[in-house]
């Protein structure tokens, strides 16, 4: 049995419909909520977005949301009308199989740009998902399996805590499932994630908290730097812990747990990225701003001379100053320091002799 569980009053299913050819493999999910929760999402910043996307923007936020259908083997990108018109008939099988309003449901898909859906495989599983909904870890992670490309294991994450709202002190979930191993770069790169939560919170409340939590761990991650047309992180929360609305500290409580969340699921990405052979973390210290140290994060990240150096073991490690060189970023070299793996190699502009 999975480690990982849903929220209160959330369901999902995972089923195989075809739509990747392959028999037998899943490639449909369902997240559920019983009740109408709020609904946010940060979407990708291709300017060439698939038409679930489009779809998406156009209906969040909202304060009734109820489902999340996601097909994988198919993004559904540059294939104009009609693919818009096949996202939207998605959302209204869904409805009519949940007695729903299709507004209220949003539609996801990864895989091969530039084909059609086969609207007849999916029209006839989405029935079939609904039927296999349930609140147990086993039909949650055969959702975050029915979502995965080239993804080689499934990515999840759980975590619960105790806040207080209007109706006294009571546990809160939040769960995530994503996907995602190539095409990845900060700002949301080949990656989709669905959270749920069964705290109450506004859409507003949810939409602030969800940003905040991605430019932290989603915005800061970084692959071969190939930003995708369907990156797509969804919230839903439905309030049925009971809670009430939040005070103050529990909301940020709770921030702090969605940031775990988040943090976890693009660590678990990167972890899984097509042809990686290392982890990297960089921590600027002593910028002046957050923004400036993800600048000069992000460019040290992004460089390919750095990526084969790692990749080689190669401790050419004046490649890594030049990157925060040239990143834009006013600075002084007599300023800049350098630690690998708790190595001083460069203090105060001037190198430091070590042992390899």
Same mark, same amino acid.
């Given at each position: 049995?999975?480690?990982?569980?849903?929220?209160?009053?959330?369901?999902?299913?995972?089923?195989?419909?075809?739509?990747?050819?392959?028999?037998?493999?899943?490639?449909?999910?369902?997240?559920?909520?019983?009740?109408?929760?709020?609904?946010?999402?940060?979407?990708?910043?291709?300017?060439?977005?698939?038409?679930?996307?489009?779809?998406? *923007?156009?209906?969040?936020?909202?304060? &009734?949301? /109820?489902?999340?259908?996601?097909?994988? +083997?198919? $993004?559904?990108? #540059?294939?104009?009308?009609?693919?818009?018109?096949?996202?939207?008939?998605?959302?209204?099988?869904?409805?009519?199989?949940?007695?729903?309003?299709?507004?209220?449901?949003?539609?996801?898909?990864?895989?091969?740009?530039?084909?059609?859906?086969?609207?007849?495989?999916?029209?006839?599983?989405?029935?079939?998902?609904?039927?296999?909904?349930?609140?147990?870890?086993?039909?949650?992670?055969?959702?975050?399996?029915?979502?995965?490309?080239?993804?080689?294991?499934?990515?999840?994450?759980?975590?619960?805590?105790?806040? *207080?709202?209007?109706?006294?002190?009571? &546990?809160? /979930?939040?769960?995530?499932?994503?996907? +995602?191993? $190539?095409?990845? #770069?900060?700002?949301?790169?080949?990656?989709?994630?669905?959270?749920?939560?069964?705290?109450?919170?506004?859409?507003?409340?949810?939409?602030?908290?969800?940003?905040?939590?991605?430019?932290?761990?989603?915005?800061?991650?970084?692959?071969?730097?190939?930003?995708?047309?369907?990156?797509?992180?969804?919230?839903?929360?439905?309030?049925?812990?009971?809670?009430?609305?939040?005070?103050?500290?529990?909301?940020?409580?709770?921030?702090?747990?969605?940031?775990?969340?988040?943090?976890?699921?693009?660590?678990?990405?990167? *972890?899984?990225?097509?042809?990686?052979?290392?982890?990297?973390?960089?921590?600027?210290?002593?910028?002046?701003?957050?923004?400036?140290?993800?600048?000069?994060?992000?460019?040290?990240?992004?460089?390919?001379?750095?990526?084969?150096?790692?990749?080689?073991?190669?401790?050419?490690?004046?490649?890594?100053?030049?990157?925060?060189?040239?990143?834009?970023?006013?600075?002084?070299?007599?300023?800049?320091?350098?630690?690998?793996?708790?190595?001083?190699?460069?203090?105060?502009?001037?190198?430091?002799?070590?042992?390899?």
């Amino acid at each position: 049995m999975s480690e990982f569980s849903l929220p209160l009053g959330f369901q999902a299913s995972g089923i195989a419909c075809g739509v990747r050819g392959d028999v037998g493999r899943l490639d449909l999910a369902l997240f559920v909520s019983d009740l109408p929760a709020a609904t946010v999402g940060v979407f990708t910043t291709n300017l060439v977005c698939g038409a679930p996307v489009k779809v998406c *923007r156009e209906r969040v936020p909202r304060a &009734t949301g /109820r489902a999340v259908v996601i097909n994988s +083997g198919n $993004a559904n990108a #540059a294939t104009g009308d009609r693919g818009l018109a096949d996202a939207r008939r998605m959302t209204e099988v869904v409805a009519k199989s949940l007695g729903c309003n299709a507004d209220d449901v949003l539609v996801c898909s990864t895989g091969v740009i530039g084909r059609f859906l086969p609207m007849e495989k999916l029209e006839a599983g989405i029935p079939e998902a609904v039927e296999s909904l349930a609140n147990t870890p086993d039909t949650f992670v055969l959702a975050a399996r029915a979502i995965m490309t080239t993804d080689t294991v499934p990515k999840q994450a759980t975590r619960s805590v105790e806040l *207080r709202g209007s109706n006294g002190p009571k &546990t809160v /979930r939040i769960s995530g499932a994503c996907k +995602g191993a $190539a095409m990845i #770069a900060p700002n949301m790169a080949t990656m989709l994630c669905t959270i749920m939560t069964d705290a109450e919170l506004t859409p507003a409340d949810a939409d602030a908290a969800l940003r905040v939590s991605v430019n932290q761990s989603f915005n800061c991650i970084s692959v071969e730097g190939h930003t995708s047309t369907s990156d797509t992180v969804l919230l839903l929360a439905n309030g049925a812990s009971g809670t009430g609305p939040l005070d103050a500290d529990s909301r940020a409580k709770f921030q702090s747990l969605l940031d775990e969340v988040c943090v976890e699921l693009s660590t678990a990405i990167i *972890r899984d990225a097509e042809g990686a052979t290392h982890f990297i973390t960089i921590d600027v210290i002593g910028a002046r701003t957050r923004e400036e140290a993800f600048r000069i994060a992000k460019t040290i990240a992004d460089s390919p001379l750095n990526k084969t150096a790692i990749h080689g073991a190669d401790p050419n490690w004046g490649r890594i100053v030049s990157s925060a060189g040239y990143a834009g970023v006013p600075l002084r070299e007599e300023d800049i320091s350098l630690r690998i793996n708790g190595l001083d190699v460069y203090r105060d502009g001037a190198p430091l002799p070590f042992d390899l």
